[in-house]
Structure formats: C-alpha cells, structure tokens
C-alpha cells in the first residue's frame, strides 16, 4: 500500500490550496480515506474523512473552510482549502486503514504565511 500526497507549499492568508493523495494497492473505490495533520509541537488531528459513498466529516473548526473529494477512476483523494489562516499550517497526511492496518502518505507541508 502507498499514498503519495502533494500539493502543499507556501501561501499567504486567505489563499487557497487543494492537496491530492494517490492511492495503490487498496481497492480505493471502497477505503475510508482521511486527511489528517499536524502542526509543530502537536498532535496529529484529524482534518476530513470520505468514505466509499462518498459521505464526508469534518473537525467542526474547519467546515465551511475545507472540502474532501474523492475521484475513484484517479485512485485518488482531494483536500480543498481555502481562507487558510496562519493556524492552517502543518504538515498534512492522507491515512487509510486497509486489512488491519494503518497506513500514511509521506506528508505534504502546507505554510499559511505572509
């Protein structure tokens, strides 16, 4: 199993960034997938999670702000992020729990910065 996530990078506040996550070796169309980050000196939190009928969940502190997508035929899934504050920054990772285990993307880094 791998997930290669990218399209982090640096943007001012109030910018946007859509952050992609390409699975393989999972039957995608049917995995949960999560994005999750962490912000220096935190914890890892959860940001978004989509599941196989495409029902989503958000942290409450970001609805309205972020939207998850999935796009089965691409094996992959989609953060959009707009009016990214300051507090947005963090290291973002896309998570599947597949066959028992965990498994997490390499991390892309997102800087919320002017």
């Known amino acids: 199993v791998q997930l290669q996530a990218s399209g982090g990078g640096l943007v001012q506040p109030g910018g946007s960034l859509k952050l992609s996550c390409k699975a393989s070796g999972i039957a995608f169309s049917i995995a949960t997938m999560t994005w999750y980050r962490q912000a220096p000196g935190k914890q890892r939190d959860v940001v978004a999670s989509?599941?196989?009928?495409?029902?989503?969940n958000y942290a409450d502190s970001l609805k309205g702000r972020f939207t998850i997508s999935r796009d089965n035929s691409r094996r992959t899934v989609y953060l959009q992020m707009n009016s990214l504050k300051p507090e947005d920054t963090a290291v973002y990772y896309c998570?599947?729990?597949?066959?028992?285990?965990?498994?997490w993307g390499q991390g892309t880094l997102v800087t919320v910065s002017s």
């Open positions: 989509i599941n196989s009928s495409g029902i989503t």
């Open positions: 998570h599947v729990f597949w066959k028992t285990r965990d498994y």
